[in-house]
């Protein structure tokens, strides 16, 4: 993480790049927000409504893989923000005007479909704001958005963004999640708790790593395999591939010549995550598996089978297991007739809430100043947590690694799958079950 001063009540660690819900009701779900005031009816502070953006219509875009590798993410982001504009126009827009979706496909997520995305977003479409899950490791399109004055928000959990967006002093971009070095930091406080708790007697003090090469899956591998060698384990294998990747015969093999006590895996994509734990299946070894954040992914269950039992998989935002993120669940299944993911669409829903709210307490949708202004000063609950932003980074702060109330950070979610159904174990008070040892152990 960057080391800049905290906000009050948070324990930054530090961490290197190594080492709103409405009752149920027929218009939705609204966001819970500490201190708010006004509303999206609200009209605007001065002059007419929409003079920067033109009519009565607010655009705001989506970044979004609709298409290719990452489309099952996609389709939950899109399907997430389409409910939230819906809600959002229900209730008479934002500022009165009405909030229309506009959907820029980045494809196999290549860094030039991102810039070809920003570019048509922000110079011809001129959209009010943006969001998207996914943003360019390099950061490369984040200075069409600051020097076109159109605030993005993301959810890309790559700590290079944040240190990006603070090294250049960039005002108007927000990373809605905490980022990827807090699951190493995160898994590993769990997993000496089930050890000294006795709940979980590794077959050994050793890891086998498998990460794929991304700077955001290395990263993840990288501070975990140092945080295991801190606490005194070995690491006997460590293997990067390229994404997707679906025979892991070759990794298997040597995971079952020399079984370590842990697998830990951070290819995220669904597809790839699914096809290992089947693999693994076959002749599971005495090791607890974990897989980065792909068995959020709907796709993941139906794929993957009675091979998911046991899996442990975590996510730096996700939607909660509460009255507000069940009302969101049973309304996305109602709309869309099959079950929401466990991460994009409930943090895309949110964000465009979030957004909304802070355009009406700058009375001016397009009033960038006004809009990164009040977001730095929000306390936002939505259907995934508490939205609340570190001063320098802009980025989420995460519960419990950062900070002890659950009203002042964004939950860092960590599910076991059991019976093929996925069962939040941490972090309290958001559980809805607890970590059981996998059948194969």
Request: charged share 20%.
């Given at each position: 993480m960057s080391e800049n001063q905290p906000p009050s009540g948070v324990k930054r660690k530090r961490i290197t790049r190594r080492d709103l819900v409405r009752t149920a009701g027929a218009t939705g779900l609204l966001g819970i927000v500490a201190g708010a005031a006004g509303g999206y009816f609200a009209a605007p502070r001065g002059g007419a409504a929409g003079?920067?953006?033109?009519?009565?219509?607010?655009?705001?875009?989506?970044?979004?893989?609709?298409?290719?590798?990452?489309?099952?993410?996609?389709?939950?982001?899109?399907?997430?923000?389409?409910?939230?504009?819906?809600?959002?126009?229900?209730?008479?827009?934002?500022?009165?005007?009405?909030?229309?979706?506009?959907?820029?496909?980045?494809?196999?997520?290549?860094?030039?479909?991102?810039?070809?995305?920003?570019?048509?977003?922000?110079?011809?479409?001129?959209?009010?704001?943006?969001?998207?899950?996914?943003?360019?490791?390099?950061?490369?399109?984040f200075d069409t958005y600051a020097e076109g004055g159109v605030p993005l928000f993301h959810t890309n959990t790559l700590q290079a963004n944040s240190d990006y967006v603070a090294e250049n002093g960039i005002t108007n971009i927000f990373q809605c999640c905490p980022t990827e070095p807090w699951y190493a930091s995160g898994f590993l406080?769990?997993?000496?708790?089930?050890?000294?708790?006795?709940?979980?007697?590794?077959?050994?003090?050793?890891?086998?790593?498998?990460?794929?090469?991304?700077?955001?899956?290395?990263?993840?591998?990288?501070?975990?395999?140092?945080?295991?060698?801190?606490?005194?384990?070995?690491?006997?294998?460590?293997?990067?591939?390229?994404?997707?990747?679906?025979?892991?015969?070759?990794?298997?093999?040597?995971?079952?010549?020399?079984?370590?006590?842990?697998?830990f895996v951070t290819d995220y994509l669904a597809g790839d995550l699914a096809s290992f734990a089947k693999q693994f299946a076959t002749a599971p070894t005495p090791s607890l598996l974990y897989q980065?954040?792909?068995?959020?992914?709907?796709?993941?269950?139906?794929?993957?089978?009675?091979?998911?039992?046991?899996?442990?998989?975590?996510?730096?935002?996700?939607?909660?297991?509460?009255?507000?993120?069940?009302?969101?669940?049973?309304?996305?299944?109602?709309?869309?007739?099959?079950?929401?993911?466990?991460?994009?669409?409930?943090a895309q829903y949110d964000i465009l809430r979030l957004w909304a709210l802070a355009a009406s307490r700058a009375g001016d949708a397009y009033d960038t100043e006004g809009i990164t202004a009040a977001m730095r000063g929000i306390t936002f609950r939505g259907v995934v947590g508490t939205y609340r932003f570190d001063q320098t980074d802009l980025t989420a702060i995460p519960y419990p690694d950062a900070v002890d109330d659950p009203s002042l950070g964004m939950p860092h979610l960590t599910y076991q799958i059991q019976d093929k159904q996925q069962v939040l174990i941490s972090p309290a008070p958001y559980i809805n079950g607890e970590f059981t040892l996998p059948g194969w152990l």
């Open positions: 003079a920067s953006g033109g009519g009565g219509t607010i655009k705001f875009g989506l970044v979004a893989p609709v298409t290719g590798p990452y489309s099952g993410d996609g389709q939950e982001m899109e399907r997430g923000a389409r409910l939230a504009v819906e809600d959002i126009n229900a209730e008479g827009g934002v500022l009165g005007q009405q909030v229309e979706l506009v959907v820029g496909d980045v494809g196999d997520q290549a860094p030039e479909n991102f810039i070809q995305v920003a570019e048509r977003l922000v110079s011809r479409e001129k959209v009010a704001a943006a969001s998207g899950g996914y943003t360019t490791t390099t950061s490369v399109e406080q769990l997993m000496t708790q089930w050890i000294d708790s006795g709940v979980w007697t590794p077959s050994s003090t050793t890891a086998a790593v498998i990460a794929s090469n991304d700077s955001y899956s290395i990263s993840i591998a990288t501070v975990m395999m140092d945080g295991l060698k801190e606490l005194g384990w070995d690491i006997t294998m460590y293997e990067e591939v390229s994404v997707p990747y679906v025979d892991w015969g070759p990794q298997l093999s040597k995971i079952r010549n020399n079984p370590p006590g842990l697998i980065q954040y792909g068995p959020s992914v709907p796709e993941y269950l139906e794929l993957a089978g009675d091979a998911a039992n046991g899996v442990i998989w975590s996510t730096t935002i996700g939607t909660l297991p509460d009255d507000m993120g069940t009302s969101f669940r049973e309304r996305y299944r109602d709309t869309y007739g099959t079950e929401a993911g466990l991460s994009q669409s409930g």
